[in-house]
């Protein structure tokens, strides 16, 4: 259409409504609106291409800076272009509806009509065999899609759960049998190496025989599972050594289908990720084999007694057997366990023989059904065991530098020094003495304690008595520093002054004794010092007592020693200067922080050394004047690794010839005490016995074959402190000591 325009640019016929394109009319900011001319307004449309408003084909554009246009003239402006995203909308939408255009007629084509046109009653309802086909390729097509979406998106986790990385600590008698464990868990983990390999093919025989050349996962068993499920309404069977793996070390043990689907997925992920050595390793480290015990190693101790490298084909068959229900096939539990167990070990055996692991021959040489254990030996019984527990994981975190962060790891085998029959002959004496003293005292036994300890002279701590039940007293009564030694500590000054000499006056050389060197030994008889009388801080002099109130008269130091005589040692200690004694005693082996202060009453033993200490210091006199500081640890493993230990080495601590002047006095001792028993020692025994001025403590302390011992007896009441009470008559008298008797009764040859 043409737009005739007159000279005033009025047109002279009316203009048409020119056709709008699919973009043209837009609606212009002011008062312009593309809605029909009204009063005030003026319709506009975008040009067409054919306007005449277009040059050479273009459209007429107007700037956004350009003024409006002349009334009655057409007025342009830009197109503005869609955002990003509705374009791609645009290009999807335009490109699907091709598709649908051209595919539409024949995707109605094959489109499966169901129930069937055409036909009548059943048949209507039965499908195709496209229809099948296309169903089970729907199906298969979606299952490996499933799978292989779980494949990518499962990950095996960096750590093991905490359960399967526990671990307990076992600890073992001098003799290498187990003596106790420790920890919440009994599991201990051991290389693949020292798995030996018929236990290794036993339980794979057993179990899963294929596992070398599987994928980790068994359809044949899965598929078993499965039936299993559906019939028993119960997930159980099927499942590989690697899916029990993944289960024993990552998953719950909840049986729930989406966690066996998650544990063989796992499972092939797994399979991809380690070696089958790696993998068979860790499952033998975290299997349940009963008797409360996790891991081949565990069990091989609570069944045998033995370390799993020390297992025959024969053993590894029946503790495969346990791997298909402990509760079932532990043959102690009864007739039907055994008849299962019986049956089952000969299968696993034969089915060696079948995959050619096992000659027929070497099959023929196991007959017999292995015997096990009545019981669990690591079974701890909260007495003895766990007071011997707590000092040798004491010593084995000081002498094997473990800290407590990775001693609670576990896993550790630490082989103790103690021997079983010294620590059983040790228990039998004490609770006789403890059984006796209810009977004749019950009022003051409710509160007497009985330390004792026996130590060898190379350091061994042999056997110790920590108390009544560790469960309910949590308290070591032969490692505890509570009361005094009393007349026990006389060695050790003795030894000070025939080490030192002593010294009269304060300006002299010190003059050297021996033991036939004499000292008063009259009763009460007061300290001196060079400048005269010692005064406490109360201002009254010091005096010694010797026990009921004897008094000596003159005596050599020899015999003052074999006597107990207190008031001649507390004036040796003087005249031999206290910081001499602190210092012999602490070479000897007692403890700094036992000793007691620098005054007249260190030479009377005010120091408080334990039971374990006080046996110690006298192994230096039986060891011609060479200690060994005690030691409860012989070795330290984990994981079949040993760990390095420090093994204290002997030193001087006194010369040679005053070692054997105090042993001499020692033995002089015994022998006049208890002159019956010493006729049968053949003079291999020395000790004394220690009291106490304000009869708080009672010892014993005695060497016998190269063996110290010592025992205490005193009274504390733990419930409300540690200060020791009298012993009100519990600690015998001097020709009926009760701590003389304990330590003859532990010593059998003596008995």
């Known amino acids: 259409m043409q737009l005739r325009v007159t000279g005033g640019g009025i047109p002279t016929t009316p203009p048409e409504e020119p056709s709008i394109s699919g973009w043209g009319r837009r609606e212009i900011p002011g008062d312009i609106a593309d809605t029909p001319s009204a009063p005030g307004k003026i319709a506009q449309t975008a040009p067409t291409g054919d306007s005449p408003a277009s040059t050479s084909g ?9 003024k409006p246009a002349v009334f009655g003239q057409p007025v342009t402006r830009h197109r503005r272009k869609p955002p990003p995203a509705a374009r791609l909308a645009a290009t999807v939408a335009s490109t699907t509806g091709a598709l649908v255009a051209v595919l539409g007629p024949r995707l109605r084509r094959v489109r499966p009509q169901y129930p069937r046109p055409g036909l009548t009653g059943w048949k209507r309802w039965v499908p195709t065999w496209r229809q099948t086909g296309g169903s089970v390729l729907a ?11 779980a494949y990518a998106v499962t990950d095996i986790p960096d750590d093991l759960n905490s359960f399967a990385t526990q671990q307990d600590t076992v600890y073992f008698w001098a003799d290498g049998t187990p003596m106790a464990r420790a920890g919440w868990v009994q599991r201990q983990e051991m290389e693949l190496d020292n798995v030996p390999e018929d236990v290794r093919w036993a339980v794979l025989a057993a179990e899963n025989e294929s596992f070398y050349s599987d994928p980790g996962i068994s359809a044949k068993g899965l598929t078993r599972a499965l039936l299993r499920t559906v019939g028993q309404g119960s997930t159980e069977g ?3 050594i690697t899916q029990q793996y993944v289960k024993n070390a990552y998953l719950s ?59 025959n084909a024969s053993e590894g068959a029946f503790l495969a057997t346990l791997l298909k229900g402990a509760g079932l096939y532990d043959p102690t539990l009864g007739p039907a366990n055994r008849a299962r167990a019986e049956e089952r070990w000969r299968w696993t055996l034969d089915r060696m023989v079948k995959i050619g692991r096992m000659s027929p021959e070497e099959r023929a040489g196991y007959r017999t059904f292995p015997k096990v254990l009545e019981s669990n030996p690591l079974y701890s019984t909260g007495e003895q065991s766990d007071y011997l527990v707590e000092l040798a994981t004491r ?13 609670d790891r576990g896993g550790y085998q630490i082989y103790t020094t103690f021997d079983k029959q010294r620590v059983d002959q040790l228990t039998r004496a004490v609770s006789s003495a403890r059984k006796k003293a209810r009977e004749d005292n019950p009022k003051a036994a409710k509160h007497v304690h009985y330390g004792a300890a026996s130590i060898a002279v190379d350091g061994r701590i042999l056997a110790i008595h920590g108390g009544p039940d560790h469960r309910k007293q949590g308290y070591n009564e032969s490692n505890a520093t509570t009361v005094p030694a009393g007349s026990a500590f006389q060695p050790f000054v003795y030894a000070a002054a025939l080490e030192h000499g002593v010294r009269k006056r304060r300006d002299s050389a010190p003059e050297p004794v021996t033991g036939a060197t004499v000292y008063d030994g009259e009763d009460e008889v007061p300290v001196t010092t060079p400048e005269g009388p010692y005064w406490d801080r109360s201002g009254r002099k010091v005096a010694a007592k010797n026990d009921g109130g004897r008094s000596y008269g003159q005596i050599t130091l020899h015999r003052a020693l074999a006597s107990s005589v207190n008031t001649t040692f507390m004036q040796l200690g003087m005249d031999t200067g206290l910081d001499k004694v602190r210092d012999t005693a602490r070479a000897a082996g007692l403890l700094t922080s036992s000793l007691g202060a620098q005054v007249p009453a260190l030479a009377a033993g005010s120091s408080r050394p334990s039971a374990i200490r006080m046996a110690s210091g006298y192994t230096t006199f039986a060891a011609e004047g ?15 690794h040993e760990v390095p230990t420090d093994v204290p080495v002997a030193r001087a601590a006194v010369d040679a010839d005053t070692a054997a002047e105090v042993q001499s006095a020692l033995t002089d001792a015994f022998r006049t005490a208890y002159p019956e028993t010493a006729a049968k020692a053949d003079g291999e025994v020395a000790g004394k016995r220690g009291t106490t001025e304000d009869d708080t403590a009672a010892w014993y302390v005695g060497t016998e074959k190269k063996v110290s011992t010592a025992v205490v007896v005193y009274r504390i009441d733990l419930a409300k402190s540690l200060e020791p009470l009298p012993l009100e008559g519990l600690g015998g008298t001097i020709s009926d000591s009760v701590p003389y008797g304990i330590w003859s009764e532990a010593l059998s040859p003596l008995g």
């Open 58 to 66: 273009s459209r007429v554009s107007r700037r956004a800076d350009a």
């Open 139 to 149: 199906s298969f097509g979606l299952s490996v899609l499933t799978l292989t979406v």
């Open 238 to 240: 099927g499942s590989t």
């Open 253 to 311: 043990q909840e049986r729930t289908y989406s966690r066996k689907f998650t544990e063989g997925i796992m499972a092939l992920k797994l399979d991809n990720k380690m070696s089958k050595d790696e993998i068979l390793e860790g499952y033998l480290n975290t299997s349940w084999f009963g008797r409360g015990t996790y891991g081949i190693q565990r069990a091989a101790q609570a069944y045998y007694g033995k370390d799993v490298s020390e297992l």
């Open 395 to 407: 010593y084995a975190k000081k002498r094997a530098r473990i800290s407590d962060k990775d001693f």
């Open 626 to 640: 060479r200690h060994t500081e005690p030691y409860a640890i012989l070795k330290v493993t984990r994981n079949g």
